[in-house]
């Protein structure tokens, strides 16, 4: 049996208008559609168009979440296999509308989405990491190599296929790091990754070094005997036992505790949940990487307001970027709400 | 982790290993003692350890008083 | 320096009345191994010798370190000095290997950073291990409450201990095949090959505390400088591990043995370089360590004159921090680097792999992704305590489901990313 593929475009593909029609709402239709056509022929029978969606680029660009909502709706009932959208070549809000909707059915419905666009279409930046984009021209001139690209990949995808690297593939770099095994050791790897190094010859690093961004400093604290501190920490301090069960590597959440009353912390009250160090130390006494018995003495001599009577915990150990992310945000979130001033974090 | 908190409030990040804060983008930083004792060292007096312990939180309380423009580790 | 290793490939283990060794089988006393280690006041009354096979539906977990077995013949000292024998220098004389065979410790956990060894299904292929031969130690200690450092040594002198008997008890079996190395004076190496570049291996051991231990001639190593060290010596069993960082990463004591990057700097040597020297350095805890250590190994390759070193590293965290320093510092004095690391990405291989980084690392190696996640089928046998899994670095509470399968990250599996580079596994970004 075909797999079953339901095909996003924009008001201009489906025929129905250019600028003047872009605010067309958005519909599905039991039927191949426009560039379609292509991808049918390009399908060999191996899978079908179920359903077209078509949307103006302007009216999803000004009611993104209404009309993703609404074409996710649409195209439930039609249960794909998988989701091509466009290809949108350098089209910006198109561009921005396939990566919108790739992005929003592997979320609802977790099958395959692929697009096609022009490396520096916006939805390139937004996108390429919650979908497999084609490299294309940079105009509907690039059709007849879009299309069959896009196919291509999708049956590579819907028959479980091992993919290859984007230069091999033809897709936008995701930026998603994947396990494979090489035909040689790594240290093998190595070795010949260094010899054309020492030769001058070209290679190609199996990971380039990553550049980290950055946030501008917040101003100062004006009025430090009335602030409030809070602490945080990567080190893992937990009341003992760890009743939320912190992982020691690869935290999937964080953790928060309440001080209030308490004005030193002891082996008998917490410990840490770190696998990444030698815990001895801190299980001996937690203070030496949550120093909540200073803050204690500090806020009691009036240098400080108050200490903040929770405080939050996690384990650096392992933990990816993107947890690290999500646990700071929701963390500062809740210190704001509660008035906090300013924070410490400590990490081992 | 410290960014998303330095996008709504001062913070100091407190390490032992400034080069990882620095190259993750921690703003303002105070060095730390060791990695299984950040504000600890268990060769001391428990005494003298607290006194350690209450001077490095002084040198972060005064980071986060102090208005800084590009990263700055904050030695003493 | 010349160095002989005998080795007798062991194809099957059984237990039986006399340990030793005939036609690719290894004989296997086990009443004897548990007087051995049970000398140990450290140990616990309840310990148990058990064998896992390749291919067999056997799972073993937690374990702390694997082991080859080897003994010397001849030449001064003996395996695994200042460990289990004297301080003398190694790397010179005949050396017995049972290869293909290897020494498991298991049992109590000591704490997180331990593994899982499955012999057969998906979770075999990760492992190096699941390819050896193994005798099992499942060990406790002798009071719940022991210091974890002391169980710790308990452990590992076991499972040294074990090897060394293992191996001595076949001395009197002639070897299937020699292997021979021999390696000039430094003096002599520095004249030969002049027409190929000088280079050099930094070889960065995890000394971080508890189970992040390395030991080099028994020395503690975050108390070393950085110094030169001779292949050999590492064949001899010079490097031993105190059990370190996540299982996937920790170099374990036969990776020491068998260290492939100087396997195979080896093997290139006289053809595609000089390899004149191995620099043995440290990962610390501190910051003025991290600098120091990692001044002073750019420092020594610098006066070698070196051209490029290969640099691994082991574990991850703040150690990328110490792979990045020695990578940068031996980059500004001219010295070309490769590195060998491994990656953390996350469970979707979305962020970003190490905790630092340098424009200079431009070449580098990864053993794969350590957070991606695996599930593990049941076993009909596991050695050791399976809930473990819910615990260990790369498990979470629920990794253990009810029909005995595991779902974990690979974090969790002895050996499957190396930074030695022992397996085949790697990274590409998607």
Redesign the interface.
């Known amino acids: 049996m075909a797999f079953r593929i339901v095909h996003y475009i924009n008001q201009f593909y489906a025929g129905i208008g250019g600028e003047e029609k872009a605010d067309y709402e958005p519909e599905i239709r039991e039927a191949v559609v426009g560039p379609g056509m292509a991808l049918k022929a390009a399908f060999k029978g191996e899978a079908e168009i179920v359903a077209t969606v078509i949307c103006g680029d302007s009216h999803f660009a000004s009611n993104m979440d209404d009309d993703t909502a609404k074409i996710l709706g649409m195209i439930r009932e039609y249960k794909p296999d998988a989701f091509i959208a466009g290809p949108a070549f350098n089209a910006g809000r198109y561009g921005t509308a396939c990566g919108a909707m790739c992005a929003a059915v592997a979320k609802e419905f977790g099958i395959p989405v692929i697009s096609g666009m022009y490396p520096e279409n916006p939805g390139v930046e937004m996108f390429r990491k919650y979908a497999w984009i084609i490299e294309t021209p940079d105009s509907a001139a690039g059709m007849r190599k879009a299309v069959p690209a896009m196919a291509k990949l999708a049956l590579k995808l819907l028959k479980g296929e091992t993919l290859g690297k984007p230069s091999e593939e033809g897709y936008i770099e995701r930026g998603i790091r994947k396990n494979m095994f090489y035909g040689k050791l790594a240290a093998q790897r190595c070795v010949d990754m260094f010899v054309s190094k020492l030769k001058g010859e070209t290679f190609e690093t199996e990971y380039p070094m990553p550049v980290f961004d950055r946030v501008d400093p917040q101003p100062a604290v004006k009025d430090m005997k009335h602030a409030v501190i809070a602490l945080v920490t990567s080190g893992g301090i937990c009341p003992k036992g760890n009743p939320d069960h912190i992982e020691a590597s690869s935290a999937s959440k964080f953790g928060e505790y309440d001080i209030t009353g308490v004005n030193d912390l002891t082996s008998e009250t917490h410990c840490t949940a770190h696998g990444g160090y030698d815990a001895t130390y801190a299980d001996q006494d937690a203070d030496r990487v949550l120093p909540v018995d200073v803050l204690r003495d500090l806020e009691r001599e009036g240098v400080i307001g108050k200490l903040h009577n929770k405080f939050y915990t996690t384990v650096g150990n392992g933990t990816s970027v993107a947890n690290a992310k999500r646990f700071g945000a929701e963390i500062v979130n809740r210190l704001v709400n509660d008035g906090v001033t300013a924070v410490i974090l400590t990490s081992t | 982790?410290?960014?998303?908190?330095?996008?709504?409030?001062?913070?100091?990040?407190?390490?032992?290993?400034?080069?990882?804060?620095q190259?993750?983008?921690a703003?303002?930083i105070v060095?730390?003692?060791?990695?299984?004792?950040?504000?600890?060292d268990?060769s001391k007096t428990p005494e003298e350890?607290?006194a350690l312990?209450?001077s490095?939180?002084?040198r972060?309380?005064k980071a986060?008083?102090?208005?800084?423009?590009?990263q700055t580790v904050f030695t003493e | 320096m010349k160095l002989e290793l005998h080795r007798l490939k062991v194809n099957s283990l059984k237990f039986g009345e006399k340990t030793g060794f005939a036609d690719g089988v290894l004989t296997v006393n086990k009443a004897e191994i548990l007087a051995l280690i049970s000398e140990d006041p450290l140990l616990g009354k309840n310990l148990d010798v058990d064998i896992a096979m390749p291919g067999e539906s056997v799972r073993v977990m937690p374990v702390k370190d694997v082991i080859e077995p080897r003994w010397k013949l001849s030449g001064k000292g003996q395996v695994f000095p200042g460990m289990i024998s004297d301080v003398e220098t190694v790397g010179e004389g005949q050396t017995l290997v049972l290869s293909g065979c290897a020494v498991l410790t298991a049992g109590k956990l000591v704490r997180f950073q331990e593994g899982i060894i499955d012999m057969s299904g998906p979770g075999a292929d990760y492992t190096p291990y699941s390819k050896t031969c193994n005798v099992v130690l499942v060990l406790e200690p002798s009071d719940p409450n022991m210091d974890k450092h002391d169980y710790e040594k308990a452990c590992r002198i076991a499972g040294l201990k074990t090897a060394a008997y293992l191996a001595k008890s076949c001395a009197d079996v002639k070897a299937d095949t020699v292997e021979t190395f021999e390696l000039p004076t430094m003096r002599e190496a520095m004249t030969q090959f002049p027409e190929l570049p000088k280079v050099g291996y930094i070889y960065m051991l995890q000394t971080q505390g508890l189970l992040h231990d390395t030991y080099l001639y028994g020395v503690d190593v975050k108390k070393i400088l950085p110094t030169i060290i001779s292949p050999l010596e590492v064949m001899d069993g010079a490097i031993v591990s105190g059990n370190c960082v996540s299982a996937c990463d920790k170099n374990s004591t036969y990776s020491h043995l068998n260290n492939p990057v100087i396997a195979d700097m080896l093997k290139r040597h006289g053809k595609d370089f000089n390899f004149v020297a191995t620099i043995v350095t440290n990962e610390n805890v501190t910051l003025a360590d991290k600098k120091r250590s990692s001044s002073y190994a750019a420092k020594l390759a610098g006066m070698l004159g070196l051209d490029g070193v290969v640099i691994t590293e082991e574990g991850f965290g703040n150690p990328d921090a110490d792979l990045i320093m020695n990578c940068r510092k031996c980059e500004q004095l001219g010295i070309k680097t490769a590195l060998l690391t491994d990656e953390y990405a996350g469970q979707d291989g979305a962020s970003q792999s190490l905790a630092d980084s340098c424009p200079e690392g431009t070449a580098c190696v990864t053993a794969g992704n350590a957070n991606e996640v695996i599930t593990l089928p049941p076993m009909s046998k596991v050695i050791g305590y399976p809930e473990e899994a819910n615990v260990i670095a790369g498990g979470w509470q629920g990794s253990l489901a009810d029909d005995g399968s595991i779902t974990v990250e690979l974090q969790a599996i002895t050996g499957a990313t190396s930074e030695l580079g022992y397996t085949k596994l790697g990274a590409y970004t998607l």
Do not use: Y
């Not at chain 2, 060095?31 to 600890?40: D, L, Q, S, W």
């Not at chain 2, 986060?64 to 590009?70: D, F, H, K, P, V």
């Open positions: 982790m410290v960014k998303e908190i330095e996008r709504k409030l001062p913070v100091v990040h407190m390490c032992t290993i400034v080069p990882i804060s190259t993750v983008g703003n303002r060095p730390t003692i060791a990695i299984p004792h950040p504000f600890g268990p350890e607290k312990r209450r490095l939180v002084e972060g309380l986060l008083q102090t208005e800084i423009t590009e």
